[in-house]
Structure formats: structure tokens, C-alpha cells
């Protein structure tokens, strides 16, 4: 599946036939499984190792609880780390080193991240990235070598 690099055009979230605002279901499906599949591809200028996959999610599950435990206003308290997590993508990128993480990861998350601007945003980020790394396992992921 190709993967659509304006995929975060519009936003998390759409109005739906009855005029709710709701989580765009093209992001969970088509764009979560060409990212998955992409970030699984043995074309190593794509693939994420599952460590380093694994590393970044278990990091924004992290943020997740951190602001679900801050209380009110936790998330505008810690938003600078969820825009921090654009320099974590491009740090660990431009590293290389302790495992792989592609140019098309980095910019990945670093569309996500510009799109985040209120905690609705954010919670859709992660059903969204979620489903991107359960897409990454299903293409065989684990199996990079």
C-alpha cells in the first residue's frame, strides 16, 4: 500500500453525516497500514527496527499517563513534551545507532506532531499511532533482520 505524505491534511478529526466532529477513520485504516507496512518493508530506507518502534511508543504511553495523572490542565503543563517528541524522532533518526529508525518515520511523527494542538488531538495521535504499530507487527515487523 502507498503511503500518502499529506496524510495529516485536515487534521485528526472530520465532521461526520450527522455534523458530530469525529476521529477520521481513513487514518486508522489506509494511513495506519501503509505507515505500518512501510515502516516494515525490508527497504532499509523505510524500516523502524521493532526495539526502536517499540522504545518511541512505550515513550508516548508514557506522555499519555503523565498528563492523564497531572490532574486539570496537565496537557497545556506538558505540552512542550509532545512537541518535544519531533526532536526525539529526529534524534534518535539522525543516530543510528542501537537500531534502525528511517527519514520516513521521522517525518512521520513529525506530521502527527504538528497536528497535535488540543488534547482531543493528542488522544487521536495515539488511537492513530496505535494502529500504525499494530499494522507494523501484521506486515511482519518483528522479523527485520
Known sequence: MKVNSDFMKGGYFKTSPTGQRVVRDDLMTI??????????????????SSSQLRAFYGDVKALEQKIAQGGEGAFERFYYLVKMLKSKASYVQGKRSGGRVSAAFRDYIHKCVD?????????????FFESTVGFYYGAGGERIA
Not at 494511513?31 to 523502524?48: I, M, T
Request: charge should be negative; proline fraction near 0%.
Open 31 to 48: 494511513h495506519a497500514q501503509a505507515y505500518g507496512e512501510l515502516f516494515a518493508s525490508r527497504d532499509r530506507r523505510n524500516q523502524v
Open 115 to 127: 497536528a497535535i494542538e488540543t488534547e482531543e488531538d493528542f488522544k487521536a495521535f495515539l488511537k
